[in-house]
């Protein structure tokens, strides 16, 4: 491709439009090759997206993955072309999953050639794990910003723990591209309120302000008073009226960085398809190519080669390379050295360090995990989690979380000596109070997870629903984010249908990759605690009980430990030859052990499967499965307080389920029971009529 076209950059102002006009042309072009996407917001954003990668952002391209570098977050995940643009341009490298540098780029011009093509790693959105320098998977508006609260907060939480007099371990920044969409969407104004609260003043948030979504112009549904309302909030709010003065966007990210206490948000007026003759400042520009002709007007516009396509003129590459590149390689360097002398200083604290870059846990994470002693009127499962979490906690430094004002009542506080509040003035807390916002909630507890601590959030499994979006992210994103819901059935009774889940277990299982866990007895919870620490790159969502639950005698039915198989032999008929097999989580499984007690004095030679993860036991061999569920006998009965949907696979065509058809109702949850069925009597009775059957 001739470059000579265009005029030679003689200044620095020519040097950095060649760099910005870059930026609009591969993203324009892009999206007319792919004949899909969304040019508009690349051509505004691009001189904000060049201005706080090659004037204020400390990031290495060479190590994308170095703890210590400032975050950016594409939050309007729309315009992915500009991520795809700057990742190309500033020559990032990738790393894989175990974080070893592959020796390659992360975006190639032939992935943006292939953008939104199988492979391309130039995807439609962001996303996490498949393209290195992206932060957080985007796309869901909101969800980006909401999430790099949570960067924000453990930047904080890192500072204070790991930081010492003359190093400044963890001091980086994070900033995050918004649009309308997400500012309209309730996660953003969750998580803006908490970051408020918390004086997060390590966060910038960019608004693009263009006044256009889909539909049109924001007037129709989007009126309010932005500015006020992050004042409100206790933001400092910052306007740059041109989107392409970029020295006064460099000038904004300054005050930025001067600033204390509170986080910046920069509203920044821009024009949707800048430089676009016919479809600037419309919802035209929004998602669909420009058309040749009007890239054509567009190139002309810019002072660009109109017939040129994907093409980086010279200099550009090594306009970034001056840039970012020598100022982050300076930075990451600079880091290195002092983190060398602080591990010599300080052995212990680098090593925990090195062990969370890594998703290890440190040595003895697991002991003094309690062991119950069987108990018939036993323990709730929520008190023997909050017992373990604690354990853990105490073991594991750097695990943290919090509740969404559910803290009591889930059992989720952490009460050991020195684990305390996380709060502005105390950032080395290690409870964080979520307020009510369980989305903000999930997406701070994944923006934590990024940031290599350990978080977990928790609130009552009703409002699981709350939180789906970022749970869904999450398994998405391949985090080890943890999910703690008590109340997981209908043991809060009286409270009623609003806060009886039933669909809740079959939709979390319909997740790929999320980990859900819902424990027969305080053991299974001990158990399901011990898996869910050892995931490095899956989501969990432990699903505990409000009312007691009998503590199984172990020495008669078998060990808890087969909740990491995801489902076990908890009893079986003596002698073997299987009549009847009866499948229970949580609650339900002491209730199948009567049952299957009683069919046992009777005779019938039955057997229990505790069965607290349909996702882990799908994990396990066919051998290991058949086991389990020896394919010859038929006869079975799933019984569990939540929907039936799905149990089939499980029981099979002639098999019964016990569940749930409605919604639950308000009573003493002794009438619910009686009321669904949920009693030993039934499953015998049920049991029954499958054996005469056959
Ligand atoms: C949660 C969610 N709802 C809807 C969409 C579909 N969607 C994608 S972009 C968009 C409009 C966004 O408008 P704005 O944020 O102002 O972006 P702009 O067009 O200005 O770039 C919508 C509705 C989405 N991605 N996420
Ligand atoms: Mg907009």
Known sequence: MSVTDIAEPVTETDIDQLCINTIRTLSMDAVQQANSGHPGTPMALAPLVYTIWNRAMRFDPQDPIWPNRDRFILSNGHASMLLWSILHLTRTQSVNADYERLGHAAVTLDDIRRFRQLDSKAPGHPEYHWVSGVETTTGP?????????????????????????????????????????????????????????????????????????????????????????????????????????????????????????????????????????????????????????????????????????????????????DGIGARGGQARREWTELFEAYRSKYPELATEIELMQRRELPDGWDRNLPVFPADAKGIAGREASGKVLNVLAKNIPWFLGGSADLGPSNKTTLTFEGAGDFQADSPSGRNIHFGIREHGMAAVVNGLALSKVRAFGATFFIFSDYARPAIRLSALMELPSIFIFSHEAMGDGEDGPTHQPVEHLASLRAIPGLVTLRPADANEVVEAYRYVMQLRHAPAVLAVSRQPLPTLDRSKYASASGVAQGAYVLADAPGGDLEVILIASGSEVSLVVDAHEKLIAEGIRSRVVSMPSWDIFECQSQEYRDSVLPPNVTARVAVEQASTLGWERYVGLSGRIIGMKTFGASAPLKELQRKFGFQPGRVVTVAKELLRRA
């Not at 309730?186 to 003043?201: F, I, K, Q, R, Y």
């Not at 709010?237 to 989107?243: E, K, N, S, Y």
Request: glycine fraction near 10%.
């Open 141 to 321: 508006l909101g969800q980006g910003v909401a999430t790099s609260v949570g960067m924000a907060v453990a930047q904080k939480w890192l500072a204070s723990r790991y930081n010492r007099p003359g190093f400044d371990i963890f001091d980086y920044n994070v900033y995050a591209v918004c649009g309308d969409g997400c500012l309209m969407e309730g996660v953003s104004s969750e998580a803006a309120s908490l970051a408020a609260h918390l004086g997060l003043d390590n966060l910038c948030w960019v608004y693009d302000n263009n006044h256009i979504t889909i539909e049109g112009n924001t007037r129709i549904a989007f009126t309010e008073d932005v500015a006020a309302r992050f004042l409100a909030y206790g933001w400092n709010v910052l306007r740059v009226g041109d989107a392409n003065d970029i020295d006064r966007i460099e000038h904004a990210l300054e005050v930025f960085r001067k600033t204390k206490e509170r986080p910046t948000f920069i509203i920044l007026d821009t024009h949707i398809g800048y430089g676009s003759p016919h479809k600037q400042d419309t919802s035209a520009a929004h998602g669909e190519p420009l058309g040749e002709e009007e890239i054509r007007l567009c190139k002309r516009a810019y002072g660009w080669p109109e017939d040129a396509k994907f093409l980086v003129p010279e200099g550009v590459y090594e306009h970034f390379e």
